[in-house]
């Protein structure tokens, strides 16, 4: 038997539940030596149609350079001969940076993971790695919730302030994402909660303590 919705979002990971994005200068942070950070992404290629990982500021050129091997039919790595050109992939759009632990994922792991959404995967140098838009325009935390959702963590509840799209609903993704955002809203109640109670007994013994 399938799995609902609220199943699904109770076993994703809660680590990013109250992590917020923050700006970024992309260029600035690169860097001199342009090591400061890397962003990946999937593209096909136009040729062959296969899909591979490539890295920012890459492609625009043969399949062959920039996937010198590839696996054939029965899974043995091959030269790659192929001619057809591979897209330019710049890196981050967009001026944000969503911190994500990505724990137990590569990067290219990640980046097939949310290949469907306009975010590539972004690792700095120091090891932080997390997600970054490659498209705008518009209010996309949908995507970027559902970037998280992907990876296999709950989307921080500072993103979780979707817009309401008319029709939307009627889409499954759609539902799991309402329902992995809800249990981000109560596993932050539950902290606050905690805190708050935590907090209160603790002016309760200082009083208590003071007279």
Not at 28 to 57: K, N, P, T, Y
Request: aromatic share 8%; net charge negative; glycine share 8%.
């Amino acid at each position: 038997m399938s799995k609902t919705n609220q199943e699904i979002a109770s076993g994703l990971r809660n680590c990013s539940v109250d992590s917020k994005s923050r700006q970024v200068d992309w260029q600035e942070a690169l860097g001199e030596d342009m090591e400061g950070w890397q962003a990946f992404e999937l593209e096909e290629c136009e040729e062959c149609e296969r899909s591979l990982i490539v890295s920012s500021h890459c492609g625009q050129d043969e399949h062959r350079h920039v996937q010198p091997e590839i696996e054939d039919e029965d899974g043995n790595e091959v030269e790659n001969e192929c001619m057809g050109t591979v897209s330019y992939f710049e890196g981050p759009m967009m001026n944000y940076f969503h911190p994500c632990e990505l724990r137990g994922l590569s990067n290219e792991e990640a980046a097939e993971a949310i290949a469907h959404l306009p975010l590539c995967v972004v690792e700095f140098a120091d090891g932080e790695r997390g997600f970054a838009l490659t498209g705008g325009g518009m209010d996309l935390s949908w995507e970027i919730c559902d970037a998280y959702i992907s990876c296999g963590y709950l989307p921080p509840f500072a993103s979780c302030d979707l817009p309401d799209m008319s029709g939307k609903g009627r889409e499954p993704r759609t539902q799991l994402i309402l329902a992995a955002c809800q249990r981000s809203a109560e596993i932050l109640e539950g902290w606050a909660n905690r805190r708050g109670d935590s907090l209160a007994k603790m002016v309760k013994r200082y009083k208590e303590s003071a007279a």
